[in-house]
């Protein structure tokens, strides 16, 4: 079933899965999890409401109980599983995706990530079994649970860690991309410029995908039409958020994992591990090093870096993809926890007298980075070994990791190449010390990758 993907299960309703599907999986993922306290969320998307009814249908089924939060971010699902001591949750999201598509992201205890490898292959292999639910159909209608109303106490743990007064001096745009960060944008950003601040799961403003520059079209011109510091926009369900400076220029996310270890709490030199995936800039690397931080990579992908997050001690890490992880966040991902650290660093470089483009210039202007690149492959592996081939030829290699995908260093940059664990593309980053030799090494790779055999 193309439903169930690396990290969790996400697809076009009515095509990849159906309601049948959903409460199947409520059935099954209680015995796969030892499972029985459940907590359930949701975000805007139109089918999120029927999902939601078949999913606790099945979970009830099972013999568990279930709370459920209603309409929340993934973040605060994440945040009350651990914090009340759920044995598992489910957050029915399809994140960034278009409107017609729905999911669910799977936690146990803790908040721990359950994946494909950990846990939902069994469940995709139950539910396929000719005989199982037979003897349990789907009700006609979801049974009574118990709901709660968790955002005032969401709000009020966040201001706990990073008070909106930290980052009052900045004058700067959020865009809710009419998802989730909607609920709590005006409490968060008193006196920002709110935009797409209504819970639409139609999505009528741009695709809730701020790693796309059409989706981020509108933050920059409001940043710019309104001589604003920053713009920061949310992804659909606020568990990602970016940034664009004062000229709207979109800032690489993984540029900011050094801004968001700067605006954490002091915790010692030994609480100092900083995590980042396989795609982050050497100059992001460099920055943290300078910064006293230690640097450790993974995979990508919340599934690696939760564990890894628990593993290191870590305090804070990152993704390109726009995922930051806090050790005071149960070890999980958290837009708002992000967004509001990230501009509390931005006002301090403000008060002494640097913009958001003079702040991060040290980070960004060492490296010319191509950000990430996508190619439809039909034989992935292959190409994988193509792009080595031709990266032989370019210039010594000094180390490599193949903890995902391949990367591959050199004096005058790195390449990495991967299989997407989510969409059916090849991915392709490269960074080096110049323009012209990056130039020079991508039009080099991108044709080793087209050329199929």
């Known amino acids: 079933m193309s439903f169930f993907k690396a990290y969790d299960m996400r697809g076009t ?84 995706n278009p409107p017609s598509d729905n999911g669910m992201k799977v936690s146990k205890a803790g908040a721990l990530p359950v994946g494909y490898a950990d846990g939902l292959a069994d469940v995709e292999k139950t539910i396929a079994e000719p005989g199982f639910a037979k003897g349990s159909p789907r009700p ?9 109303d968790v ?28 998802g989730m960060a909607s609920l709590f944008a005006h409490e968060m950003f008193p006196g920002a410029v709110v935009i797409n601040d209504t819970l639409d799961g139609s999505f009528p403003c741009h695709a809730p995908n701020p790693l ?22 949310f992804d659909g369900d606020a568990d990602r958020a970016m940034f664009v400076d004062e000229r709207g220029e979109f800032i690489q996310p993984d540029y900011l994992i050094p801004i968001v270890f700067s605006a954490m709490p002091d915790i010692g030199i030994e609480k100092r591990v900083v995590l980042h995936d396989i795609r982050t800039s050497r100059g992001a690397i460099e920055r943290l090093k300078a910064m006293h931080a230690h640097p450790f990579m993974v995979p990508v992908g919340h599934a690696f870096a939760k564990p890894a997050m628990r593993r290191m001690a870590a305090i804070c890490g990152g993704e390109l993809a726009g995922h930051y992880y806090f050790g005071d966040f149960h070890n999980c991902d958290s ?18 007298g640097a913009t958001v483009s003079r702040l991060m210039l040290p980070i960004v202007s060492p490296w010319a980075n191509s950000g990430e690149r996508n190619f439809k492959v039909e034989d992935k592996d292959a190409a994988i070994g193509r792009v080595l081939e031709c990266a032989a030829k370019l210039a010594r290699e000094t180390s490599r990791s193949t903890i995902d995908g391949v990367r591959l260093e050199f004096d005058e940059g790195w390449i990495n190449v991967r299989k997407s664990n989510t969409e059916p593309y090849l991915r392709l980053i490269v960074e080096c010390d110049t323009k012209a030799r990056l130039d020079d090494w991508l039009a080099r790779l991108e044709c080793a990758i087209k050329v199929e055999d």
């Open 151 to 178: 955002l005032a106490r969401y709000i009020e743990w966040q201001k706990a860690r990073v008070s909106p007064g930290e980052y009052s001096l900045l004058r700067f745009a959020v865009d809710c991309s009419n």
């Open 212 to 233: 796309k520059a059409e989706a981020r079209e509108q933050l920059a011109k409001t940043v710019r039409e309104n001589g604003l510091d920053c713009g920061v926009i």
């Open 13 to 96: 309703y009515g095509v990849d899965f159906d309601l049948d599907t959903v409460y199947k999986i409520g059935l099954a993922l209680p015995q796969r999890l030892a499972a029985r306290n459940w907590l359930v969320g949701r975000d805007c998307r139109e089918t999120s409401p029927l999902v939601r009814d078949a999913l606790v249908s099945g979970l009830v089924s099972a013999g568990c109980k279930v709370t459920d939060i209603g309409l929340v971010t993934t973040p605060m699902v994440y945040h009350f599983t651990a914090e009340d001591g759920y044995d598992a949750s489910v957050m029915i999201t399809a994140s960034h």
């Open 140 to 148: 006609s209608s979801a049974p009574a649970v118990e709901t709660k």
């Open 335 to 352: 837009g708002l926890l992000a967004a509001t650290r990230i501009l509390k660093a931005f006002a301090k470089a403000k008060r002494a």
